[in-house]
Antibody, heavy 121, light 107 residues
Framework: QVQLVQSGAEVKQPGASVRVSCRPS????????IHWVRQAPGQGLEWMGW????????KYAEQFQGRVTVAWDLSISAAYMELSRLRTDDTAIYFC??????????????WGQGSLVTVSS | DIQMTQSPSSLSASVGDRVTITCRAS??????VNWYQQKSGEAPKFLIY???GLQSGVPSRFSGSGSGTDFTLTISALQPEDFRTYYC?????????FGGGTRVEIK
């Protein structure tokens, strides 16, 4: 079955960077875009960006431009999201999510379990 | 950016009740709306795509309707496992945006 398994919780200081990984399984990785979505404590959902695992193409939400990198790590067959220059308001659960089949549908059909990133001095 | 305004932000209902959640887009998004259900502490679950397409495995008591700017999610008869938070999301254009969520609580 389709699974997306994410890396564990992280605690970082302001100004640092964090990398969250997402390892998909149970389907042809090349056929589905991967998105990143975050959720601050007690808040709603915020889309961050996507990657096409086949081409490596990416697109980011404007508010994260310059601070976020989404890429595919061939060595572990996993996507990762790296967020730099962390602020306390970046404290959130970070989710990866798989799109629908056959292209970019801007939909989140399957989700990883989430990775809590806490930014605190 | 397209704003998705969801209402109500919370509601109280009983098992067996019919519940309707609305979502209004700040511009015409045709039928590009998805709905998600989230249990506290867990990842969201994909319920409905393209306004009314039921994701595999989702019970038929869930349904969606609407087009243009106004959309609804209806649960025909609430079950105990439906007391969760629901989000709409526009899939029309980037940046993808969500409604603020509707928390369905037990009366």
């Amino acid at each position: 079955q389709v699974q997306l398994v994410q890396s564990g919780a992280e605690v970082k200081q302001p100004g640092a960077s964090v990398r969250v990984s997402c390892r998909p399984s149970g389907y042809n990785l090349n056929n589905y875009y991967i998105h990143w979505v975050r959720q601050a404590p007690g808040q709603g959902l915020e889309w961050m960006g996507w990657i096409n695992p086949y081409s490596g193409a990416t697109k980011y939400a404007e508010q994260f431009q310059g601070r976020v990198t989404v890429a595919w790590d061939l060595s572990i067959s996993a996507a990762y999201m790296e967020l730099s220059r962390l602020r306390t308001d970046d404290t959130a659960i970070y989710f990866c999510a798989r799109d629908l089949v056959g292209g970019l549908h801007y939909s989140f059909q399957f989700w990883g379990q989430g990775s809590l990133v806490t930014v605190s001095s | 950016d397209i704003q998705m305004t969801q209402s109500p932000s919370s509601l109280s209902a009983s098992v067996g009740d019919r519940v309707t959640i609305t979502c209004r887009a700040s511009q015409n998004i045709r039928t590009y709306v998805n709905w998600y259900q989230q249990k506290s502490g867990e990842a969201p679950k994909f319920l409905i795509y393209g306004v009314s397409g039921l994701q595999s495995g989702v019970p038929s008591r869930f349904s969606g309707s609407g087009s243009g700017t106004d959309f609804t999610l209806t649960i025909s008869a609430l079950q105990p496992e439906d007391f969760r938070t629901y989000y709409c999301q526009q899939s029309f254009t980037s940046p993808l945006t969500f409604g603020g969520g509707t928390r369905v609580e037990i009366k």
